[in-house]
């Protein structure tokens, strides 16, 4: 049995405990040491796991403590300039989303890690999410048909940011999906949006993702929502699929619906027949999206395979993200994403 990957974590505020907690128990990791500004997280850390090593000096962390990979969970505007050191002292890292908050920022940082010969990988949690997966396949199978288009809603009151948009913090989770479930790139978004909690800071966005099959997804991101939403709607040529990450267990439906034309022995003066058949909801054994997600991290940095959520599908959704911004503040015309790298 091959060593366990020694790993440095750096950011232990809101979301760096639940890395921790999963690198914690999986025996292929050895968590070594951890890094933030705030002595008062450290110390939180250290009262839960007294044999981690503690420090706020990134270096310190970097080059003292012969570490194999260092996850990154500090806010988003920090992500580049420390993902660049850690590249740089040629460790394998794991940048949580979105990679960085301008596309050139994710350019260099996925040349820098082909140059350094490292992993470079993004948190896009949900390609790690069971039912994704199972979405995934069941679109390749044929069953739903051509997909004609989809929509999502991530939708919640909280928690307010100030540092990024809602559409920065949340659509990353949503972009990744469909670039992952659809397999293409947008070519145009278009989008409109509001700030009504924080001037500045668009707190409800509504964006339209077009692809160059024809396809189209609209996002809806919101933190000024009563309820707390989490939804992917999937329209098919035979089929429609519902995804509702707030069911428990049944999370996925299918309808065996759709319009078509009309059958002859049964249609009464109508130009199209609207079919209604059954609804299947089918069993998707669920196991932690992030517990697989930081598996396959430390198994991408230990046999340099290319990982799912690469820097390259970590910059396609930062292209995604800065072309919504310029379209809301361009009054909701369309903006094209570049290609490339
Ligand atoms: N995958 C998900 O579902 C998910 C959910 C929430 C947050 N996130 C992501 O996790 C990241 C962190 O978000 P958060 O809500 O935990 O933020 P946070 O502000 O609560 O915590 C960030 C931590 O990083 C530390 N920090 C900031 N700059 C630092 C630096 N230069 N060096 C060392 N430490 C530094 C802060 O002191 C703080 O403890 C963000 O990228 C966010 O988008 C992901």
């Not at 027949?273 to 999206?289: A, D, H, N, T």
Request: glycine letters at 8%.
């Amino acid at each position: 049995m091959s060593a366990p990957v020694r790993v440095g974590v750096v950011g232990f505020g809101y979301w760096g405990p639940n890395l921790v907690r999963n690198l914690d128990k999986l025996g292929d990791a050895e968590l070594v040491v951890a890094c933030d500004l705030s002595e008062e997280n450290l110390a939180k850390l250290k009262a839960l796991y007294p044999y981690v090593e503690t420090t706020s000096d990134l270096d310190v962390m970097l080059y003292d403590y012969d570490l194999d990979a260092v996850v990154v969970a500090t806010s988003a505007p920090s992500h580049y300039a420390i993902a660049t050191k850690v590249i740089a002292a040629g460790k394998h890292c794991f940048v949580e989303k979105p990679l960085t908050l301008k596309s050139s920022e994710s350019e260099a940082l996925v040349l820098a890690a082909d140059a350094a010969g490292v992993t470079l990988m993004v948190g896009h949690l949900m390609e790690y999410h069971s039912a994704i997966d199972w979405i995934k396949d069941y679109l390749a199978s044929g069953e739903l048909g051509d997909v004609l288009y989809l929509y999502m809603q991530r939708l919640n009151l909280g928690k307010v940011r100030t540092e990024e948009n809602a559409f920065w913090s949340l659509a990353p989770h949503d972009v990744s999906i469909v670039l992952y479930l659809l397999g293409e790139t947008p070519d145009y978004v278009s989008a409109n949006g509001a700030a009504y909690i924080t001037p500045g800071v668009h707190d409800t966005v509504f964006a339209n993702l077009h692809f160059p099959s024809g396809r189209m997804a609209n996002i809806h991101v919101s933190w000024l929502d009563p309820h707390k939403t989490r939804k992917l709607t999937v329209v098919g040529t035979k089929k429609m699929l519902v995804f509702d990450d707030m069911q428990a267990t049944e999370k996925i439906w299918i309808y065996d619906r759709g319009v078509g034309a009309p059958d002859a022995a049964l249609a009464y003066g109508e130009d199209l027949s609207l079919r209604f058949g059954e609804i299947k909801v089918p069993w998707i054994p669920m196991k932690e999206p992030l517990a697989f997600e930081v598996q396959h991290f430390l198994d991408c940095s230990r046999s340099g395979e290319t990982p799912r959520s690469d820097g390259r599908d970590g910059l396609r959704v930062v292209r995604v993200l800065e072309a919504v911004d310029e379209s809301m503040e361009a009054g909701g015309s369309p903006v094209e994403t570049s290609v490339g790298v």
